[in-house]
């Protein structure tokens, strides 16, 4: 009787270390290379280069001010554009990449039709997240109030490249690591 008193006790607590060490093995707090909350990244850089003039714009979306800076973009120009996020005077931009296969990238341009096409080197799936890219520009202000959209997912579940309506990407599962929302002029 005391054996099987002893073999349960021992079962239960073997139960127990099992599950908590696979609670604190999943735990994404521990996961400090990649792990950029809303709350961090505090701009968004765009650094636009006009592909036949050399040209480079800067244009800086502070995250939570409410405002959009336009971006100025000319129909039928090619732009060769590399986004920078920043936390306070902190470039994490290079976190990000070298966690690319945990991050994707979704451009949306509403009321715009720009083609977009990914330049950096794919993640282990054969995906580019998108932090350098090459837009080409057949209408910039299509509709009223174009806009840019670009939001930055954290461990999606699965991530396309391709144009989904007036976006460029998408996504199942993750979460949103940062968002940013530009205006777009002629």
Excluded at 32 to 48: G, K, R, V
Excluded at 50 to 72: E, F, L
Excluded at 123 to 139: A, E, F, P, Q
């Amino acid at each position: 009787m005391k054996n099987i008193i002893s073999i349960q006790k021992l079962s239960l607590l073997l139960i127990i270390s099992i599950f908590t060490i696979l609670v604190i093995s999943c735990n994404r707090d521990n996961d400090i290379e990649d792990d950029f909350p809303q709350e961090e990244i505090t701009n968004i850089i765009l650094h636009i280069t006009h592909d036949a003039t050399g040209t480079t714009q800067n244009y800086n979306y502070s995250v939570g001010s409410g405002s959009a800076p336009a971006i100025k973009l000319e129909d039928g120009a090619t732009y060769i554009v590399n986004a920078q996020f920043m936390n306070g005077n902190e470039d994490v931009t290079n976190e990000i990449n070298l966690a690319k296969d945990e991050h994707f990238l979704i451009y949306d341009f509403p009321r715009s039709t720009i083609n977009l096409e990914r330049l950096d080197i794919p993640n282990k799936d054969g995906i580019k997240i998108g932090l350098k890219t090459k837009w080409t520009v057949v209408k910039a202000v299509k509709d009223s109030s174009p806009k840019l959209i670009m939001t930055l997912i954290h461990d999606p579940l699965s991530s396309s490249e391709a144009q989904n309506g007036s976006a460029w990407g998408s996504i199942s599962g993750g979460e949103t690591d940062s968002e940013a929302t530009y205006g777009i002029t002629n």
